[in-house]
């Protein structure tokens, strides 16, 4: 089982509608979440940054984690063309200097 | 204001030739990493380097070198390219390691024949 998994998709839906992309992770140590966002032929930037269970919110942006699930979402509203994207969640791992990425949800808004 | 650079954008090479992907930023950044992305598998951690002349193995560090005698660059070799390591390659660093937030790079789109 990989430590972090994301459903790939692509997953297409029309402007103006909400988003849901979601993450699940297997280790109860993670305690910071992060979600990347990364344009074509573009390296992955960060968009959002989380600490503990509960909701963060950034614009058009809502970052959930559920601690006692093990899931983490990111919530979109009033999505844009612009927010086509591939989106990665992100945890880093406290035992060693690195981050684990889940493998990106591929994301189109259709005008 | 340059941040985090990558050299070069494109490579096409041959099996069984050496390549180097160079990787420089501009923030004294202690951390440096290397990634390869591949459909399907995400992005995947090569190497890293805490600081100059620390580096550590990553999660797919087969066929690949690297060295970090600066603080600003951390090249990446593959000693003798195969097929399979056709990817794309991304640079990121950060302040710290763990939680601190990596900044990345272009990306390197590497094509071997």
């Known amino acids: 089982q990989k430590e972090v998994e994301q459903d790939p998709g692509p997953l297409s839906v029309p402007e103006g509608a909400i988003v849901s992309l979601n993450c699940t992770y297997s280790?109860?140590?993670?305690?910071?979440f992060m979600w990347y966002r990364q344009y074509s032929r573009k390296g992955p930037e960060l968009l959002m940054y989380?600490?503990?269970?509960g909701n963060k919110e950034d614009g058009r942006f809502t970052a959930q984690v559920d601690k006692s699930s093990k899931y983490i979402s990111l919530f979109i509203r009033d999505s844009q063309p612009s927010d086509s994207a591939t989106y990665l969640c992100?945890?880093?791992?406290?035992?060693?200097?690195?981050?684990?990425f889940g493998s990106g949800t591929r994301l189109s808004i259709r005008p | 204001d340059a941040g985090i650079t990558q050299s070069p954008r494109y490579k096409i090479t041959e099996t069984g030739r050496q390549v180097t992907l160079m990787c420089h930023q501009t923030?004294?950044?202690?951390?440096m990493f290397w990634y390869r992305q591949d459909l399907g598998h995400g992005l995947r951690l090569i190497y890293y380097s805490a600081a100059a002349d620390i580096t550590d193995k990553g999660e797919v560090p087969d066929g690949y070198v690297v060295s970090r005698s600066k603080t600003e660059n951390f090249p990446l070799t593959l000693e003798s390219a195969t097929r399979s390591q056709t990817s794309v390659y991304f640079c990121a660093s950060s302040l710290r390691g763990d939680q601190e937030t990596q900044y990345f790079g272009p990306g390197t789109r590497l094509l071997v024949l």
């Open positions: 989380t600490y503990s269970s």
């Open positions: 923030w004294s950044h202690s951390y």
């Open positions: 280790n109860s140590a993670f305690q910071y």
């Open positions: 992100a945890i880093p791992d406290p035992s060693a200097s690195k981050i684990i």
